[in-house]
């Protein structure tokens, strides 16, 4: 399948999103966030040192970890990186302006949303890592995420060859549909936990194991939850079955109960052993991709060709 410029630039920009937020992730777990207390520049140099003895006079050097100031400096690098993508693709939509201004629209849309997602980091080193900058930071990561998604696709949904009947199509949009807004209403749950778990971290200092316990009645909700989303991602598969879709949809759906599961049992780990740091980062990328992957499904239902499926 012979891909185009816009396609090829948008892919690789969706995919490095979702790196990007793996290194956030990494960023997040490890504590590293203020490992460059500044913004643009990491300890007033836009190469930060790599030892003590070179750090600018002015700096505190007990604030200077060398691990923790290259991670959040190499997520400031892919960040950049994103930016830069973002603009090749929003540069090169153009050649859809007449055929599919939506392209062109989508993003243009991920292009401002970047702008800003630039400055927001600024403001989450400027306000010592607050909880709710954090998470709007994050968020704001996903509807990026989202949005490039969206515009990819527009640009290859003639590739799409399965047909669906109109009571089908309605069926598993139903189903898929049900699945996504239950997995958002979980991050959204989970955004809040991981804010209660920074207040345990950062203020009330308490050690790993303990960061769960203080989060109150939220997190039990959040884990019970859990089962809601499991129940109609069940459907979406025995659905699949039923009608006989093509392999693009089965192995969509299977993908979204792998990584369902994926996040229950990353959650299990969290819960169990004390928060690790590899189990916060498999939940958080996690989340990204499985709603990449649910949002992809979608997609695929919404702009299949009526008829019978073959």
């Given at each position: 399948?012979?891909?185009?410029?816009?396609?090829?630039?948008?892919?690789?920009?969706?995919?490095?999103?979702?790196?990007?937020?793996?290194?956030?992730?990494?960023?997040?777990?490890?504590?590293?966030?203020?490992?460059?207390?500044?913004?643009?520049?990491?300890?007033?140099?836009?190469?930060?040192?790599?030892?003590?003895?070179?750090?600018?006079?002015?700096?505190?050097?007990?604030?200077?970890?060398?691990?923790?100031?290259?991670?959040?400096?190499?997520?400031?690098?892919?960040?950049?990186?994103?930016?830069?993508?973002?603009?090749?693709?929003?540069?090169?939509?153009?050649?859809?302006?007449?055929?599919d201004?939506?392209?062109?629209i989508?993003?243009?849309?991920?292009?401002?949303?970047?702008?800003?997602?630039?400055?927001?980091?600024?403001?989450?080193?400027?306000?010592?890592?607050?909880?709710?900058?954090i998470?709007?930071?994050?968020?704001?990561?996903?509807?990026?995420?989202?949005?490039?998604?969206?515009?990819?696709?527009?640009?290859m949904?003639?590739?799409?060859?399965?047909?669906?009947?109109?009571?089908?199509?309605?069926?598993?949009?139903?189903?898929?549909?049900?699945?996504?807004?239950?997995?958002?209403?979980?991050?959204?749950m989970?955004?809040?936990?991981?804010?209660?778990?920074?207040?345990?971290?950062?203020?009330?200092?308490?050690?790993?194991?303990?960061?769960?316990d203080?989060?109150?009645a939220?997190?039990?909700?959040?884990?019970?939850?859990?089962?809601?989303?499991?129940?109609?991602?069940?459907?979406?598969?025995?659905?699949?079955?039923?009608?006989?879709?093509?392999?693009?949809l089965?192995?969509?759906?299977w993908?979204?109960a792998?990584?369902?599961?994926l996040?229950?049992?990353?959650?299990?780990?969290?819960?169990?052993?004390?928060m690790?740091?590899?189990?916060?980062?498999i939940?958080?990328?996690?989340?990204?991709?499985?709603?990449?992957?649910?949002?992809l499904?979608?997609?695929?239902?919404?702009?299949?060709?009526?008829?019978?499926?073959?």
């Amino acid at each position: 399948m012979k891909l185009n410029l816009y396609q090829k630039t948008a892919i690789t920009t969706v995919i490095a999103t979702i790196v990007l937020i793996f290194v956030g992730g990494l960023v997040r777990a490890s504590g590293a966030g203020l490992g460059c207390p500044d913004w643009p520049q990491c300890f007033g140099m836009w190469i930060p040192p790599t030892n003590v003895a070179d750090l600018p006079a002015q700096y505190d050097a007990s604030l200077f970890n060398p691990v923790h100031t290259w991670l959040e400096y190499i997520n400031r690098l892919v960040g950049v990186l994103i930016g830069l993508f973002i603009t090749a693709t929003f540069v090169i939509s153009f050649r859809y302006r007449k055929s599919d201004p939506v392209v062109t629209i989508a993003s243009g849309a991920a292009f401002v949303l970047v702008l800003f997602q630039g400055w927001l980091g600024g403001q989450v080193v400027r306000s010592g890592l607050s909880a709710g900058m954090i998470t709007l930071h994050m968020i704001l990561a996903m509807i990026i995420l989202i949005t490039l998604l969206y515009a990819s696709f527009r640009a290859m949904n003639s590739r799409i060859k399965i047909q669906l009947s109109a009571n089908q199509r309605k069926t598993l949009l139903g189903v898929s549909i049900a699945v996504l807004v239950l997995t958002l209403i979980q991050m959204v749950m989970g955004t809040q936990i991981r804010e209660a778990v920074d207040v345990a971290k950062n203020v009330m200092e308490l050690p790993r194991s303990e960061w769960i316990d203080s989060v109150g009645a939220l997190y039990p909700i959040h884990r019970s939850f859990s089962w809601l989303v499991v129940v109609p991602a069940g459907l979406m598969l025995f659905y699949n079955r039923k009608y006989k879709v093509g392999s693009l949809l089965r192995r969509l759906g299977w993908a979204v109960a792998f990584l369902i599961l994926l996040q229950v049992v990353a959650g299990v780990i969290l819960e169990r052993f004390g928060m690790p740091g590899f189990a916060q980062v498999i939940h958080l990328t996690g989340v990204a991709v499985l709603i990449c992957a649910e949002i992809l499904y979608i997609l695929v239902v919404r702009f299949s060709k009526k008829g019978s499926v073959s």
